[in-house]
């Protein structure tokens, strides 16, 4: 990447600009934009380990795009547990279904129906065969308690495991003809393997899953330095986890040194271990240079510019997460090592600036929030809009989570010094409220980028990138004016 300016100050994304180059790169289909860091992500894209963002649905189709979730701290082992196994056993091609026996009730199916962006349950028989599916269409204006089974649409494309051998395309049109555009897909035995939907053949041409050695999809996990680190990774590891997080607001202190060579000698040296050892968060060349040297495969970079982090407000500590990242990576990359890029990602273009800067991943927060995946429970606001509530995970609501089983005292110590915000309502957007679509939206936009800058990998966006400083009038200028982006 080269700078064509002498910044004064530090940068954040809005302070920046691509100039477009040269280009041999015809396609954005041409550009690949697998990472090199050792976490089999295809598209540089990371869900954050919020508790409203991250949870099995939302790993499940992260890893089935090519991306990773980091589940949060606060679970406990078991539900960790419980979860990796749960993603593990997901199909990388066909979209896990939500079921009903015929005897459950459409007030059953209108509650299910908001975890998925295709809308509708399947109704199955007791040996898992479908039976059909109920919609909306099925649900509006009939008695909430009627069961599922008498009010079913039967008009539905069964696929065995042959049709999906057929080619993208065909495949593609049969199921955008049925009358619910999406297709049931069974196994031999005629039992219900999943669903699958006209998207979901267009995507899997466009994205390779996030895969481990044997096949399954991938699964991150973030432990707090205050836990039992030892004991927490050498567990993560028995439950299958594929990277670890060790995870605080200020990374560069003695306690997450010394948990970060405790977790390195649970793992073993990193050669030795597929497993990824993620720690954070830092700003500057000396943190990466310190978290590194004691165990860490990547440093998470960032302080302070999350959408619902107060921190530079209530302390002023942090730095503007453009320079953060530009000095972290090379830092990282001097020592053989990478980056993550966690937070004040708004934008595409956000996300292609850190990329050029030398991140290999870039954490996604709030922006994926307000999506069916997030584990957060569906509302509707008073002009109708469906959203979802968001919060940081250093606010009060967070911490008191966090302290639950500690006693009152101690928890109200802790409360006094919340640096996040309790609660904001993330919206969907309408039409494209899965977080399948976000991904579409960042990857079109970055691919973009690569093609601009004549780059058709991460690797060689990083070094063509040409990356100018602009105004606050020179970003303005850039934006729509009828700007709809949240």
């Given at each position: 990447?080269?700078?064509?300016?002498?910044?004064?100050?530090?940068?954040?994304?809005?302070?920046?600009?691509?100039?477009?180059?040269?280009?041999?790169?015809?396609?954005?289909?041409?550009?690949?934009?697998?990472?090199?860091?050792?976490?089999?992500?295809?598209?540089?894209?990371?869900?954050?380990?919020?508790?409203?963002?991250?949870?099995?649905?939302?790993?499940?189709?992260?890893?089935?795009r090519g991306g990773l979730a980091v589940l949060p701290q606060d679970l406990s082992a078991e539900r960790i547990a419980s979860i990796i196994r749960s993603v593990k056993q997901r199909d990388v091609l066909v979209d896990h279904p939500l079921t009903l026996p015929a005897e459950g009730t459409l007030g059953q199916a209108?509650?299910?129906?908001?975890?998925?962006?295709?809308?509708?349950?399947?109704?199955?028989?007791?040996?898992?065969?479908?039976?059909?599916?109920?919609?909306?269409?099925?649900?509006?204006?009939?008695?909430?308690?009627?069961?599922?089974?008498?009010?079913?649409?039967e008009d539905v494309l069964i696929l065995t495991a042959p049709d999906l051998a057929a080619e993208p395309a065909q495949l593609h049109s049969r199921i955008a003809a049925t009358h619910h555009d999406v297709a049931l897909v069974v196994e031999e035995d005629g039992s219900l393997r999943g669903v699958l939907t006209a998207?979901?053949?267009?995507?899997?041409?466009?994205?390779?899953?996030?895969?481990?050695?044997?096949?399954?999809?991938?699964?991150?996990?973030?432990?707090?330095?205050?836990?039992?680190?030892?004991?927490?990774?050498?567990?993560?590891?028995?439950?299958?986890?594929?990277?670890?997080?060790?995870?605080?607001?200020?990374?560069?202190?003695?306690?997450?040194?010394?948990?970060?060579?405790?977790?390195?000698?649970?793992?073993?040296?990193?050669?030795?271990?597929?497993?990824?050892?993620?720690?954070?968060?830092?700003?500057?060349?000396?943190?990466?240079?310190?978290?590194?040297?004691?165990?860490?495969?990547?440093?998470?970079?960032?302080?302070?510019?999350?959408?619902?982090?107060?921190?530079?407000?209530?302390?002023?500590?942090?730095?503007?997460?453009?320079?953060?990242?530009?000095?972290?990576?090379?830092?990282?990359?001097?020592?053989?090592?990478?980056?993550?890029?966690?937070?004040?990602?708004?934008?595409?273009?956000?996300?292609?600036?850190?990329?050029?800067?030398?991140?290999?991943?870039?954490?996604?927060?709030?922006?994926?929030?307000?999506?069916?995946?997030?584990?957060?429970?569906?509302?509707?606001?008073?002009?109708?809009?469906?959203?979802?509530?968001?919060?940081?995970?250093a606010s009060k609501r967070a911490v008191s989570h966090r302290t639950a089983q500690e006693d009152a005292f101690a928890r109200a110590r802790k409360g006094l010094f919340e640096e996040g915000i309790s609660t904001s309502r993330m919206f969907l957007q309408e039409g494209r409220g899965g977080v399948e679509d976000l991904?579409?939206?960042?990857?079109?936009?970055?691919?973009?980028?690569?093609?601009?800058?004549?780059?058709?990998?991460?690797?060689?966006?990083?070094?063509?990138?040409?990356?100018?400083?602009?105004?606050?009038?020179?970003?303005?200028?850039?934006?729509?004016?009828?700007?709809?982006?949240?």
């Amino acid at each position: 990447m080269r700078l064509i300016h002498t910044p004064s100050t530090d940068l954040t994304y809005d302070d920046c600009f691509f100039l477009p180059a040269r280009s041999a790169v015809t396609s954005r289909f041409d550009v690949d934009l697998a990472s090199d860091d050792g976490t089999g992500t295809t598209v540089p894209l990371i869900a954050a380990n919020m508790t409203a963002v991250t949870g099995r649905r939302m790993a499940e189709v992260m890893a089935r795009r090519g991306g990773l979730a980091v589940l949060p701290q606060d679970l406990s082992a078991e539900r960790i547990a419980s979860i990796i196994r749960s993603v593990k056993q997901r199909d990388v091609l066909v979209d896990h279904p939500l079921t009903l026996p015929a005897e459950g009730t459409l007030g059953q199916a209108a509650d299910l129906l908001d975890k998925r962006p295709h809308g509708v349950v399947v109704v199955v028989d007791d040996d898992r065969r479908p039976l059909g599916v109920v919609s909306e269409q099925e649900i509006l204006g009939r008695d909430s308690f009627a069961a599922v089974g008498e009010m079913l649409s039967e008009d539905v494309l069964i696929l065995t495991a042959p049709d999906l051998a057929a080619e993208p395309a065909q495949l593609h049109s049969r199921i955008a003809a049925t009358h619910h555009d999406v297709a049931l897909v069974v196994e031999e035995d005629g039992s219900l393997r999943g669903v699958l939907t006209a998207h979901g053949v267009l995507r899997s041409t466009i994205y390779r899953p996030n895969l481990d050695a044997e096949g399954r999809l991938r699964i991150a996990v973030a432990v707090g330095i205050n836990a039992d680190v030892a004991q927490r990774v050498q567990e993560l590891v028995a439950a299958g986890a594929d990277v670890i997080v060790l995870d605080t607001a200020h990374g560069h202190q003695d306690k997450m040194l010394s948990a970060l060579q405790i977790a390195r000698t649970a793992l073993g040296p990193s050669a030795q271990t597929p497993v990824r050892l993620v720690a954070g968060n830092v700003v500057t060349a000396e943190g990466t240079r310190e978290l590194i040297e004691a165990g860490a495969d990547i440093a998470k970079v960032g302080v302070g510019p999350g959408a619902m982090c107060t921190t530079r407000m209530m302390t002023g500590v942090g730095r503007p997460q453009f320079s953060a990242v530009l000095e972290c990576a090379a830092e990282a990359r001097r020592m053989g090592r990478h980056i993550w890029a966690d937070g004040g990602v708004r934008h595409p273009r956000d996300v292609a600036l850190a990329l050029a800067a030398g991140a290999s991943n870039v954490m996604i927060g709030s922006w994926f929030a307000g999506t069916y995946e997030s584990p957060g429970q569906m509302r509707t606001d008073e002009r109708g809009r469906r959203y979802k509530e968001n919060f940081g995970m250093a606010s009060k609501r967070a911490v008191s989570h966090r302290t639950a089983q500690e006693d009152a005292f101690a928890r109200a110590r802790k409360g006094l010094f919340e640096e996040g915000i309790s609660t904001s309502r993330m919206f969907l957007q309408e039409g494209r409220g899965g977080v399948e679509d976000l991904l579409d939206e960042i990857t079109a936009g970055v691919r973009s980028s690569c093609t601009y800058a004549g780059a058709s990998t991460a690797e060689e966006f990083r070094e063509r990138a040409v990356i100018g400083l602009q105004s606050a009038a020179g970003f303005a200028e850039g934006r729509p004016v009828a700007a709809s982006w949240s």
